[in-house]
Each structure stands twice: as C-alpha cells, then as structure tokens.
C-alpha cells in the first residue's frame, strides 16, 4: 500500500529530477522561476510557484543548482554536480534517478 507521505516524496524527488534535467537542456544551463515552472507544469507535473521554489532551495543547499535573485525572479544555473545528478551519473538521496531514455 502507498502512504500519502510516500506519495508526497515521490512527487518532490520527481520533480527535483525535472527541475535539473530542465537546466542541463537549457542555453547557459540557467533558467527563471517562472519558466521552470511553466516547464515542469508541461512535463506533467502539478507544481506551483512556490512549490517550485521550495524545491529548487532545496536543491541549491545541495549543490546541484546556484541561484540568485534578479527583478523578483529566482534564476538557477546548474552546477556539475546537479548536471551529473540529471545524467544519472550521480545518486543524490532525496533525487529521483532519471530513467533509461
């Protein structure tokens, strides 16, 4: 049986997955807040704004992303680690695994 709070970290480690796969394709590595939402929105994944923000904090605590404030918006650049996090290439515990493409 699949608890709500198994449910819960699934949905987060899914979408942190998504957030750092998002970066490793876009120019620069680096996007904003608002299109990460909107992106991850498009992969299917219901996450609001400030979901995604407590999620990509999460993930600049670990490393994998850098971030800075500019205009009100978050703008995150993925690090080395996180690029190997989003290529399977690193296991980081609260991270989904990506799968076989």
């Known amino acids: 049986m699949v ?8 949905w987060r480690e899914d979408l942190r997955l998504s957030i ?6 876009a120019p620069g590595l680096t996007l904003n807040d608002s299109l990460l939402t909107k992106s991850v929105q498009i992969l ?3 996450a609001t704004r400030d ?6 904090g999460w993930l600049e605590q670990q490393g994998t ?4 404030v500019l205009s009100g918006l978050i703008v995150a650049e993925l690090t080395e680690r996180g ?5 399977g290439l690193a296991s980081i515990p609260g991270i989904s695994r990506p799968s076989a493409r």
Do not use: F, P, W, Y
Request: charged share 25%; aromatic share 0%.
């Open 3 to 10: 608890t709500i709070n198994a449910m819960a970290d699934a």
């Open 20 to 25: 750092l796969r998002l970066l490793h394709e």
């Open 44 to 46: 299917g994944i219901s």
């Open 51 to 56: 979901q995604l923000r407590t999620e990509v």
């Open 65 to 68: 992303i850098r971030c800075q």
């Open 83 to 87: 690029s190997d996090a989003a290529k």
